[in-house]
Every structure is written in structure tokens, then in C-alpha cells.
T-cell receptor
Framework: DVKVTQSSRYLVKRTGEKVFLECVQDMDHENMFWYRQDPGLGLRLIYFSYDVKMKEKGDIPEGYSVSREKKERFSLILESASTNQTSMYLC??????????????FGEGSRLTVL | DAKTTQPPSMDCAEGRAANLPCNHSTISGNEYVYWYRQIHSQGPQYIIHGLKNNETNEMASLIITEDRKSSTLILPHATLRDTAVYYCIVRVGAGGGADGLTFGKGTHLIIQP
């Protein structure tokens, strides 16, 4: 089974702290994604990556950066956390190419609280 | 990606078929219809997708109208574990794209015992 693992289910950080959210997938997928999910707003795409060291902005990249040094790992970085970044963060991966269904495989999510 | 419209919530009795509608009147010829669901406190899970033909798998059936402007996801025998938010999404191509899916607010399906 495809597994997308997010390093922490729950985190509590203080305003101004640098926060790293880690995501690892074990299916050799080229594409990886970071979403955030907030009540009433649904899932919103922050950043995605289609290859090592490549990244593309999603719909709401402000206040975030990402790192993809290895194919299996995609990190979301909050350089200086703010209270409005309190949210559920979801990582996903997929594999392009012929025969691909376009299915995204999601992790369990990381619930971040910024105080 | 084209926008979709779904009812915010629906109820269904356990053991009955749950029929979840989705309108996607501006869908383009090369856009597929995808359905995902999200059970509370978990990440979204893929259910099924299709282009124009009806599709069925072990989880559900997808019925797409001939003009492709709407679709219905059918859970044939709903159980309490099917209580979740169901998302209908349209996207270009069935694969090969690196862009993420655009999730709307979905339908909160509640299965009543």
C-alpha cells in the first residue's frame, strides 16, 4: 500500500518560531503537495513539487516555503509562524505518466497550533 | 479546473443507497470527474473517477450524465463508516499532471443508524 507519512500529528508552536513539517512517501512518486485545511474554507493548495529541487506555488504560498532535496521527502517550512497559520496541514503525493489515474495519496495530517 | 457545486449536507439511512449529486456545468471535454472523501481527522481518500462513461469499483459507482454537466456518486449500501465529507472535483487529464486537485467544500454525508 502507498504510504504517505507526516512526521507529527499535533504540534504547538509560538508566534515567530520556525516550523518544519515533514512528509515522506514510499512509492517513488514524482509529485508531492502541501495543503492546508480550515473550517469553512476546505483544502487549499500551498505548494507542490514535481521533481527533486523543483517547486511551484499553489493558491496560498504566502508565509510558507518548501524543500525537496530527496524524491521521497517534501518539507513545508514556516519561517516565522503566526497565529493565522494555525491549521491542519495535509501532504499528498501522486505519480504522473501513462496509466496513472491522477489519484492523490494523502497523509493523516498535521494539526499545528500557533500561540 | 472547472468549479463544482454540491449540496452542503445529506442524510442517508444505514443499508440504503446514498446518492451524492454534483453539478459541473462548465466542464471541458478533457476534464475528468473525481470523487474523494474525508473521514473525520483523516486525510482525503480517493474513491473513483471517470470521463464520460459510468464507472464502478469496490467502493462506489459514478454516473455521469450524457452532457457531462453533472454526475452522481452512488454508495450502494451505506454503512456508518461512510459518514464523511465527499468532494467532487474536475481536473484536466487523468494523469501526467503535477498540479494538485482543487477541493471545494464538499457534501457532508451523515449515515443514520
Amino acid at each position: 500500500d502507498v504510504k504517505v507519512t507526516q512526521s507529527s500529528r499535533y504540534l504547538v508552536k509560538r508566534t515567530g518560531e520556525k516550523v518544519f513539517l515533514e512528509c515522506v512517501q514510499d512509492m517513488d512518486h514524482e509529485n508531492m503537495f502541501w495543503y492546508r485545511q480550515d473550517p469553512g474554507l476546505g483544502l487549499r493548495l500551498i505548494y507542490f513539487s514535481y521533481d527533486v529541487k523543483m517547486k511551484e506555488k499553489g493558491d496560498i504560498p504566502e508565509g510558507y516555503s518548501v524543500s525537496r532535496e530527496k524524491k521521497e521527502r517534501f518539507s513545508l517550512i514556516l519561517e516565522s509562524a503566526s497565529t493565522n497559520q494555525t491549521s491542519m496541514y495535509l501532504c499528498a503525493s501522486s505519480s504522473p505518466g501513462q496509466g496513472d489515474t491522477g489519484e492523490l495519496f494523502f497523509g493523516e495530517g498535521s494539526r499545528l497550533t500557533v500561540l | 479546473d472547472a468549479k463544482t457545486t454540491q449540496p452542503p449536507s445529506m442524510d442517508c439511512a444505514e443499508g440504503r443507497a446514498a446518492n451524492l449529486p454534483c453539478n459541473h456545468s462548465t466542464i471541458s471535454g478533457n476534464e475528468y470527474v473525481y470523487w474523494y472523501r474525508q473521514i473525520h481527522s483523516q486525510g482525503p481518500q480517493y474513491i473513483i473517477h471517470g470521463l464520460k462513461n459510468n464507472e464502478t469499483n469496490e467502493m462506489a459507482s459514478l454516473i455521469i450524465t450524457e452532457d457531462r454537466k453533472s454526475s452522481t456518486l452512488i454508495l450502494p449500501h451505506a454503512t456508518l463508516r461512510d459518514t464523511a465529507v465527499y468532494y467532487c472535483i474536475v481536473r484536466v487529464g487523468a494523469g501526467g499532471g503535477a498540479d494538485g486537485l482543487t477541493f471545494g467544500k464538499g457534501t457532508h454525508l451523515i449515515i443514520q443508524p
